[in-house]
């Protein structure tokens, strides 16, 4: 079923579990992780990055997202991840994502308080839910960590239904073990009371250094580069077993679904602390 951050993450920040998001680029990733949902009786967010909006593949794929949250038996976020002008907004809220993400955290913060006012308020007409972010994940080593002052300015700013740190994560593989701020975060948690935290850069994060942000505020986990890549791995495993036959594609896919939804069912478990 279909259904936004609001009736699934303040629970869980109670019962100190995550939900895992996962980024999906296409249909075989995405049957992967309504299979893992539902395997784990477990609900789950999607996400569709903002440069897909950029192009066609944005609506399309909100279409085959949504005929698959709608026939899921477990709750599904669909959100927007990592929004980046109003107009985004507007197109993914058009094309039936239950949720938003504005990230105006390299912007400067009057700027990006009134972006994602805007999208926290766009998202509330259509009753769907709105993600912001304060500080700054990188891809690289530009990581700027939330303070505790600019987190409890931003969330009274702009009443996010999610919030977005930098403690220590940054996307994309890590170079280096990464150095995680569990007492930041700790102390952000308890300066914001029930809200939702959210951990960028999930993949390739140490177990143990997961489980204490989960103890201290973290509710929603992003996966992009370790699920993707678990898909590319998989394919060209198939794809040098196949050794230049041919095999029609759906059938093609459907041992690397299998691998996708494997590595989603373990990530769910783990985040739920099953
Ligand atoms: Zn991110």
Redo the contacts with the bound molecule.
Sequence with gaps: MLTTLNEILPQARKEKRAVAAFNVANYECALAVIRAAEGERLPVIMQLFQRMFRSEKGGDLAGTLLRLAHRCSMPVVLQL??GAEAWQIREALAAGMSSVMLDGSMKPYEENVSLTSYAVRTAHMVGASCEGEIGH?AMGDDNALTSVEDAVRFYSDTKVDALAISVGTV?GFYKAAPKIDVARCRAIAEALGGVPLVL??GSGTPPADIVALIENGISKI?IATEFMDTFLKSTQRNLEALSGGFKAVDLFNDPVVDDCAAYAAKLLRFFARK
């Design positions: 991840d990592h994940v996307h960028h850069g992003n």
